[in-house]
């Protein structure tokens, strides 16, 4: 079996070919120009879906939180402007005839953990990738957990902050705003000398600056205010933490060192550990979901 499978973030698509050992053999990304609205990025999806020959499956990872059953984005907070209410397998399956499933990306990821990765052999875990925003999934039972209307695991948009920054879901004080990878090269550059992004702050030359580590240590605190706030309400074995700036040792080193000591007793039992797949979280996720469409 060959699938086709996509991973679409706000700034970039990667995409690539998946075999039935789910091994990727081969990888590619381009930017998603979200400015151009849905419509022209499924057009794209599907032009890339043509270009290929003998394709048995297309999996669809995306943004926004997805209808999996029917394969629709039912809501977008407008990153990509128009795309709520795109009907995904339906515009794909239509226009090239080949089974399509569709996924919110950290889902994927997190299937993508369960089933090759880090949370391998775990029946309940909780997955979080920090980027411009902080996607969430939940895996209990041995599988997602999606909620009344498809959309658990927003866990971005907990408030941390009672009337705190205004956030672009509408509400404030949320998560997002003070601990995703955007809140902290927004800190960062208030007390920066130059631009700095969320990979350039820790390259030495920035990262020993007081200033600067100052900021950073603020930033961790906030990561770890949400992770409390998660592991009281589902108390987990194992938290999965993605998003490229976890590759940094030393966020998760702090984490590991402050958050311990911060929690009650019987609270401290649960694992927090970056993620395995890195970037092929959620283009292997989908596509094993996809291998399994009936």
């Known amino acids: ?3 086709l499978t ?3 973030g706000g700034a970039f698509i990667k995409y690539g ?3 039935e050992k789910f091994r990727m053999l081969e990888t590619h990304k381009i930017p998603t120009e979200a400015e151009k609205g849905g419509q022209d990025l ?3 999806i599907i032009g890339i879906v043509e270009s290929y020959k003998k394709i048995d499956r297309v999996a669809v990872s995306t943004a926004g939180q997805v209808d999996s059953e029917n394969g629709i984005v039912v809501y977008s907070t407008g990153k990509i402007p128009y795309y709520t209410g795109m009907m995904v397998k339906k515009l794909i399956e239509n226009k090239t005839g080949i089974p399509t499933f569709v996924e919110n990306n950290v889902n994927a990821a997190a299937m993508g953990e369960a089933q090759f990765g880090a949370a391998k052999g775990y029946n309940d875990f909780i997955c ?3 980027g411009n925003g902080i996607g969430g999934a939940i895996y209990l039972g041995g599988k ?5 209307g498809s959309s658990a695991g927003e866990l971005g948009h907990m408030i941390t902050h009672a009337g705190g920054k205004q956030c672009n879901c509408g509400g404030e004080g949320c998560y997002e705003c003070y601990a995703s990878a955007k809140a902290l090269e927004n800190a960062i550059n208030r007390v920066s000398e130059k631009p700095l992004d969320a990979f350039q702050i820790f390259e030495k030359e920035n990262f020993e600056k007081p200033e600067i580590r100052f900021e950073i240590d603020k930033w961790i605190d906030e990561i770890i205010i949400g992770l409390i706030n998660i592991i009281y309400t589902f108390n987990p074995p194992l938290i999965v933490l993605g998003g490229g700036i976890m590759n940094e040792d030393y966020i ?4 590991d060192r402050k958050i311990y000591n911060r929690l009650m007793d019987n609270y ?8 395995r797949l890195g970037n092929d979280a959620a283009l292997l996720g989908v596509a094993y979901q996809a291998a399994n469409i009936k």
């Open 42 to 44: 499924i057009e794209r």
């Open 1 to 3: 079996m060959r699938i």
């Open 268 to 275: 401290r039992k649960v694992n927090i550990v970056r993620s």
């Open 6 to 8: 996509f991973d679409i």
């Open 144 to 148: 997602l957990y999606k909620g009344a």
């Open 17 to 19: 070919i998946c075999n």
């Open 128 to 130: 979080l990738t920090y």
């Open 252 to 255: 998760i080193d702090l984490i």
